[in-house]
């Protein structure tokens, strides 16, 4: 992973921890899918129970997942800090805006990277390596002009969302996450993290639809 400087945006800020979910007594549970549906592109949609502010109103996007444990990026959070500045060379193939975006509060001080790319990847020690479906993780070492023809578009996350063994399936029982289907397009989306929220949940049935029409951070409303 490659260092980051630190932005003056205030997201970018919590202290490096593993992800966690506190539930708002006051706002009922709601438990919609379980650990069987996590998996790499999959996408973890913060539910009104979950009121820490650091994850509150989020959708992660999950990048692996095992018995181990579970990695993703929060979407839609994008920092001050300009990708020019820190990664000269991939500013070019990184979609607007052209900045980091905070992808969790452990290690902040590193950079990873996704990419969308309808390339076959052999698998081995090349360049990218598939997440799911057209959603690549893209070494960052690499020389970014041997991967202009392969890439439709990138965006460079500073940090990550982590939980330890267990503590993702308690925090879904509790309902502080739903865990839905990802497309590639929500890597890559420009909309800030209440309109993607609303829009992801708007995409589904039943009762997550009807919350796409409340406030992605309950505790404005």
């Known amino acids: 992973m490659t260092p980051v400087p630190s932005s003056s945006d205030p997201e ?3 202290p490096a921890r593993p992800a966690t979910g506190r539930r708002a007594p006051t706002v009922p549970a709601l438990a919609i899918g379980c ?3 996590v998996r790499p592109g999959a996408l ?4 009104p129970a979950l009121t820490d502010p650091t994850f509150a109103g989020t959708v992660v996007y999950v990048l692996d997942h095992s018995e181990s444990g579970t990695l993703g990026v929060v979407l839609g959070r994008p920092s001050e800090v300009e990708i020019r500045d820190v990664l000269p060379g991939w500013c070019d193939l990184a979609v607007a805006p052209g900045v980091f975006h905070v992808g969790g509060p452990c290690e902040t001080d590193t950079a990873l990277c996704l ?3 309808s390339a076959t990847v052999a698998e081995g020690d090349g360049p990218l390596r598939r997440v799911a479906g057209d959603v690549h993780l893209v070494d960052l070492d690499r020389d970014p002009a041997d991967l202009q023809e392969e890439l439709t578009g990138l965006r460079v996350f500073a940090g990550y969302a982590g939980w330890s063994a267990g503590q993702l399936a308690g925090e879904l029982a509790e309902g502080a996450w739903a865990c839905v289907p990802g497309l590639p397009e929500d890597v890559l989306c ?3 993290g209440p309109e993607l ?3 992801v949940l708007g995409r589904q049935t039943g009762r997550l639809a009807v919350l796409s029409t409340a406030p992605a951070d309950p505790s404005v409303n």
């Open 197 to 199: 929220w609303r829009t």
């Open 44 to 47: 973890l949609v913060a539910m």
């Open 12 to 14: 970018s800020g919590p």
């Open 35 to 37: 650990l069987d549906d």
């Open 190 to 192: 420009q909309a800030s």
């Open 115 to 117: 990419a969308i790319s």
